[in-house]
């Protein structure tokens, strides 16, 4: 039995609302990280951004850096940025 499966539901409760952490105390842990881990710390929060859904602020504003843009390549860039923030990491028909 390991020890995690003796302790009751309360003693997790109360250990996972002492340990809560600000955005900026994160950043700060990762800070002192070591260059590996920070490359982890990385490619999980590009993972994490890749598949939210953008707000319909930010959508908006891909709109209209679609719509003023003369360059072809970064149009098909920004549609498909919009494309992926409207449906998040959710496969679309």
């Given at each position: 039995?390991?020890?995690?499966?003796?302790?009751?539901?309360?003693?997790?409760?109360?250990?996972?609302?002492?340990?809560?952490?600000?955005?900026?105390?994160?950043?700060k842990e990762?800070?002192?990280?070591?260059?590996?881990?920070?490359?982890?710390?990385?490619?999980?929060?590009?993972?994490?951004?890749?598949?939210?859904?953008?707000?319909?602020?930010?959508?908006?504003?891909?709109?209209?850096?679609?719509?003023?843009?003369?360059?072809?390549?970064?149009?098909m860039i920004?549609?498909?940025?919009?494309?992926?923030?409207?449906?998040?990491?959710?496969?679309?028909?």
């Amino acid at each position: 039995m390991t020890i995690l499966a003796t302790w009751r539901f309360d003693d997790l409760a109360a250990c996972y609302n002492s340990s809560r952490m600000t955005a900026k105390q994160i950043i700060k842990e990762i800070a002192a990280l070591p260059p590996e881990e920070q490359e982890e710390v990385v490619r999980f929060a590009y993972n994490l951004d890749a598949e939210r859904q953008l707000t319909g602020r930010e959508l908006s504003a891909l709109g209209g850096r679609m719509a003023a843009s003369t360059d072809p390549v970064q149009k098909m860039i920004l549609r498909e940025e919009i494309t992926r923030g409207f449906y998040g990491g959710k496969p679309h028909a």
